[in-house]
């Protein structure tokens, strides 16, 4: 059976954190095989981390925006009770049930609330990735979804994160997808034929096509409380098995089953515990970049593309549609946490720190060619909710942000 074949776009020294220490280096852990050993020092070296963020909010006055007193916290999925992820549940079904704000001449397919958010993310794919504003554009995403479950659906917590490197041997049987009624749905059924998925490299570049390892499902979704979800934007790429959508743009409306293709083949390799530990021992933010997304057009396709094809499927195989995938939101959950994490070993030069390289441009890996990212750059969300400025965006602890990750 043919391969599918995914967009090209996916080819894609810590000091330590007590105040005043000096810097140490740490020999960096290969992500491909050192997942174990790296477990206990990941989880040491965060601890230090969070640490630090919470002796500065404890610096911070009664009258400061945030302070120890105010800040809220973002938990693991698997460490929230089974209450508290039945309310996320419960809240997202209701996204799914509430009527869109995106008009019909906007995007046919927008059919909810919850199409709301895939549609921006549509629409601004080629400006929020591999560009200045990725993470800071996220972020804001992520808040104006968190702001929707809570204000619109009665949400009761904030934003659960998906922790890659908890369930890396065996994402399939984690409570985010082990098909119970407070999971995120079950694993796809598992189809013997279904494709590895391939990148294809595009002309001009030297190379073989890449080819990611398929997981333990590939068909649809039958157990757990999305198993009769309706996905209806997408594909904008190419997906296997899967009807193009009616409009180039992918808004058009395209009603189909959820489909995951879940297991550890992709988490091991792009999003272990030994990729924790060197995404956080990145000195730069291009360095950081690099690891995260994956240098363009190779089969690097770090953290990011590995926890999106640890879900694969449809949409969770297609970058644009992607937050149609109901796991989207913790797999960015941990994105942000990551970053939030970077951000807090070097708060002076991180806070600020946009890149100057390829993907610090307002465009997708500078094509076309566009100015650099700077902080006082909108950030659009839509129909989604209020709009953003990127300098807003640089700490989860400043500005419209008052949160820390647990």
Not at 123 to 128: E, N, R, W
Not at 275 to 298: A, C, Q, S
Not at 333 to 341: F, Q
Request: charged share 20%; net charge negative.
């Amino acid at each position: 059976m043919r391969a599918s074949v995914i967009a090209t776009c996916l080819a894609a020294t810590l000091a330590n954190v007590a105040s005043g220490a000096a810097i140490s280096k740490h020999e960096l852990r290969d992500a491909s095989n050192d997942h174990e050993s790296a477990k206990e020092p990941v989880k040491n070296l965060i601890a230090e981390i969070q640490q630090k963020l919470i002796d500065e909010l404890s610096t911070r006055g009664p009258d400061a925006a945030c302070n120890l007193d105010k800040v809220v916290y973002r938990r693991e999925y698997g460490d929230l009770t089974r209450e508290e992820r039945l309310d996320y549940v419960r809240a997202m079904q209701c996204m799914m049930d509430a009527p869109a704000k995106t008009p019909a001449s906007v995007s046919p397919g927008a059919k909810n609330r919850f199409d709301d958010f895939v549609v921006t993310h549509i629409q601004q794919t080629f400006t929020a990735h591999y560009s200045g504003n990725f993470q800071a554009w996220h972020r804001w995403f992520m808040h104006s979804w968190e702001k929707a479950l809570r204000d619109e659906c009665g949400y009761k917590g904030y934003q659960p994160y998906w922790d890659w490197s908890k369930y890396a041997e065996a994402p399939q049987d984690s409570p985010i997808f082990n098909g119970e009624d407070d999971s995120m749905g079950g694993n796809g059924e598992y189809l013997p034929d279904f494709p590895n998925s391939v990148i294809v490299l595009p002309e001009g570049v030297t190379g073989d096509d890449i080819v990611l390892p398929r997981g333990l499902g590939g068909g649809l979704v039958t157990k757990g409380p999305f198993a009769n979800m309706t996905v209806n934007l997408g594909p904008f790429g190419a997906l296997h098995d899967t009807p193009p959508n009616p409009q180039a743009d992918g808004l058009g409306y395209n009603p189909r089953p959820l489909k995951r293709d879940v297991g550890p083949a992709m988490n091991m390799r792009y999003a272990n515990a030994s990729t924790v530990w060197n995404l956080l021992h990145k000195p730069d933010i291009k360095e950081y970049r690099l690891l995260l997304e994956g240098p363009f057009n190779t089969g690097e396709i770090g953290p990011h593309g590995g926890g999106h094809y640890t879900i694969n499927g449809d949409p969770g195989g297609d970058f644009w549609t992607a937050p149609a995938e109901p796991a989207f939101y913790l797999h960015h959950g941990m994105m942000d946490r990551m970053w939030s994490l970077w951000q807090a070993v070097d708060p002076e030069t991180r806070h600020v720190d946009l890149d100057a390289g390829a993907y610090g441009h307002r465009t997708w890996n500078n094509e076309p060619p566009s100015p650099l990212t700077t902080l006082d750059d909108t950030i659009d969300m839509g129909y989604v909710g209020e709009g953003s400025v990127i300098r807003d965006q640089m700490s989860t602890i400043d500005g419209p942000h008052c949160y820390l990750y647990r």
